[in-house]
């Protein structure tokens, strides 16, 4: 995986197809992916129909990539095939619970990042999604997803026909803890963020926002209290409706 | 990633060396994994010492893997980094709700599964514990976890000392939709779990457990709705005990 250290997000993509035989090989691959009890439990909508597109994107904010990539894929925790087998086989399935969508977001998960894995290192350009889990009635409906059926993640997929600079990245020490959790001192915090607060974008970001420093444009502008609470209440409402009782 | 479509999970580890130099590497190579806002809400604690993998082994139903791995380690959705640097930089952080936890979930499942294909790539062995968020309480207090940090994916790891059999998975057809969720009929069902349930090993498993079908051994015995139940529970008060609202 080569590819990898020089991954970024491509939101432009070429008018060259992306084939269904190339996808298919991809998805395939992929259900490699280590899944709870080989149950595999997660699906994935296809979106190719501009009529599709358009369906879903304001539930992405309307953002470009979404109506312009080639292919949009919706992949979703599944709980529902799995329950469809156990009812025909006299079975009496118990999946409508917390725990079974954490569980089956977890595989979805999993085999979606398997998935853009390979189709970087295929040459093909992808953008995540994290609207996802903003707006899942809104998703739910276009796709027709049954109960039982969440969306977790959305991959916009084609030939590059960008490239952009590789984000930066924090320090390891930011990360990765030996034994046990250590906290971060004000100086740790210093130190670990400096490189990034100290990014021409980052200043940019910082003064197009009108803000005094980078952790505010995240806290007042981008992901504020406010939005989160409303989108958190959203999204229980949405999994309860989805048969996962909370 | 030739190795994937040969992948399997790895219980059984040699008693060669993972060394921090490779360790590190791989932590590095897997932080170009796309990330909200590349805000990197993840981190992950590395268990060696013998004294912190017992302390792990009852969270994971004393699967053998976790005494006997050289490696244990455990990824965290963490939003008390990031909330920390907001505090630090007069910023109001506002991340102690179910979307944040969601959105720091994906963060760390994402990056995980990017080290399992290097790691797997590298000719390291692994095994993916889905137990971690069965009783992840033991594991906050095994590992120290503050406030806004839970325990999302575990992994142990060493070089391999088994060869098991590459698992059975179902058909694409299963799995993928075309525009729109297409929903199962009861001969969809039986075409795409033919296979699965005539394998020798289904067979054996149905036959040890005393079950009708493979269904059953999931639904009565493996995975049941008490036990789901229970542990949903038990999900929700830790996740509500480390500050996500729900």
């Known amino acids: ?69 080639p292919v949009v894929l919706t992949i979703c925790a599944d709980f529902h095939r799995t329950s469809e087998w156990c009812n025909h086989r006299q079975a009496v399935p118990g999946y409508g619970n917390f725990l079974s969508f954490i569980n089956a977001s977890i595989d979805a998960l999993l085999f979606t990042q398997t998935f853009c894995n ?16 903003y707006c899942p009635q809104m998703i739910i409906d276009a796709l027709k997803l049954p109960q039982l059926v969440m969306p977790v993640a959305t991959i916009t997929l084609g030939w590059p026909a960008e490239n952009p600079p590789v984000s930066d990245r924090l320090p390891l020490g930011a990360i990765v803890h030996q034994e046990t959790y250590s906290d971060y001192s004000e100086a740790d915090i210093d130190r670990l963020y400096s490189y990034k607060e100290n990014l021409e974008e980052s200043k940019h970001f910082v003064e197009i926002n009108n803000k005094k420093n980078l952790a505010q444009v995240f806290t007042d502008i981008r992901y504020t209290k406010k939005d989160n609470e409303l989108m958190s209440d959203g999204m229980i ?7 996962f009782k909370i």
């Open 1 to 69: 995986m080569e590819s990898l250290n020089n991954r970024k997000s491509i939101r432009k993509y070429s008018s060259r197809e992306v084939t269904d035989k190339l996808l298919n090989r991809l998805f395939s691959e992929s259900e490699h992916t280590q899944t709870m009890g080989n149950l595999q439990l997660y699906s994935v909508v296809v979106t190719r129909s501009e009529e599709g597109k358009k369906k879903l994107a304001p539930a992405h904010f309307n953002q470009s990539m979404v109506t312009e990539a």
């Open 118 to 133: 390979l189709a970087e290192e295929e040459g093909l350009g992808y953008c995540y999604l994290g609207t996802t889990v």
């Open 237 to 243: 409402e949405t999994l309860k409706k989805q048969g």
